[in-house]
Nanobody, 115 residues
Framework: QVQLVESGGGLVQAGGSLRLSCAAS????????MSWYRQYPGKQRELVAA???????NYADSVKGRFTISRDNAKTTVYLQMNSLKPEDTAVYYC?????????WGQGTQVTVSS
């Protein structure tokens, strides 16, 4: 129904920046939110940032002031600009879009921040 393709992950030194992107295609006529989650080994997936259909944004306290979520004009691609990265930001990052009352997930992209 919905396909998500993530890109932008990689290895960066502490204090550096990365920008993740996630392009959605398919049945995306009614997206109510686009979000980024991250998952540490052995932990539950946690919300990092979200942007609603109306453009409102929400961030986890741990990333406020450092990360920015945005989307393109067509509202089919969501970005996560990550600045001032810390080693504790190391995780697998997943994008998600809410369509038709359910979430669709990207494949995940590894972000590794070295000390």
């Amino acid at each position: 129904q919905v396909q998500l393709v993530e890109s932008g992950g990689g290895l960066v030194q502490a204090g550096g920046s990365l920008r993740l992107s996630c392009a959605a295609s398919g049945s995306i006529f009614s997206i109510y939110a686009m979000s980024w989650y991250r998952q540490y080994p052995g932990k539950q997936r946690e919300l990092v940032a979200a942007i609603t259909r109306g453009g409102s944004t929400n961030y986890a306290d741990s990333v406020k002031g450092r990360f920015t979520i945005s989307r393109d004009n067509a509202k089919t691609t969501v970005y996560l600009q990550m600045n001032s990265l810390k080693p504790e930001d190391t995780a697998v990052y997943y994008c998600a879009v809410g369509v038709g009352g359910r979430n669709y997930w990207g494949q995940g992209t590894q972000v590794t921040v070295s000390s």
